[in-house]
């Protein structure tokens, strides 16, 4: 097992070339010894442009923004959200099943380097990317220079998660823990969105449930629910729970029997040691979660997600208040195409009236 030697975080991005195109690694899979680096030493690098999506932290790497690091996005979060309104992020409308596309060789992403966090190697070389494999699984053997923050507090995840220690170039040290995306407690409103909702999903369904306080709210009232499966962009603290106490069993699912499958892990500290080496979750690359084929073949699909408003003709808008951009399309009318299109599936669009 040839390992490449550790390096400082900020000597590990003095080695990007000039113009680079660097890549990210989203969610709680943010390296952030690397990131907070970029935020503090930007002035020591040349000119870069970085590709992103829903990352949950500050975006400390952006500090360097207008002032020799551009940035274009395809994910939205309250902190950037003024900078995508005046321009300063080019933002990039576009459903999440088409990214991976998008990320390969000659795609409007495709990136020259890869900043990523994995686990430790195990004996046989492989580490693994823990709570962020959606997209970064693919884009590692793709990307000409990739850097690693090898953390031990990565949790080792099961299914697709895994990637050699030779097809990363560059390593540092990170002991940071997990970036966590805690959700508020849910309010009484949403409570009573969630009951209602809980009402529509069968037992031996498979369910998607989408972010934000009414989605995590609809988990929770699942309890009483025999025999789920989850198949989802994501997987919280919520589904854990559902997971922990039996409620999911993935017995009936025709594909990936007996795993939660999902791309990323998004929820508090606790949840990623509980992930860790769990059988029960199935990591999957976003180029099969999102895919429409993929999505296809599993009945009694029904899909959770919350938007902002409908009009009186049905149309929904998840993404803008005000002509500002609040949110991005991500994954959900991927999930809500898939299950308008199978005989048994249900798409269930939660909101305060």
Known sequence: ??????????????????????????????????????????????????LFSMQVNDYPFLAGLGRGITAETWGVQPPIRARVADGGIDFVPIRYSRVPGELQPGGRFSPDVALVQVSPPDAQGNCSLGAAVGLSRDVVPRAALVIAEINPLVPRTMGDSLVRIEDLDILVEGHLPPVPFVIPAPTETEHAIARHVAGLVPDGATIQVGIGGIPDAVAGALRGKNDLGVHSGMISDSLAGLIDAGVVTNRYKPIDRGASVTGELMGSAALFPWAHENPAIGMRTTAYTHRFDTLSRIPNLVCVNSAVEVDLGGQVNAESIGGMQVSAVGGQFDFVEAAMHGSTGRSILALPS
């Open 1 to 50: 097992m040839a390992m490449p030697p550790f390096v400082s975080p900020i000597d590990a991005l003095r080695r990007i070339p000039a113009g680079a195109r660097v890549f990210i690694s989203p969610s709680c899979g943010e390296p952030l010894s690397l990131t907070h680096a970029l935020g503090t030493s930007w002035h020591e690098l040349p000119p870069l442009h970085l």
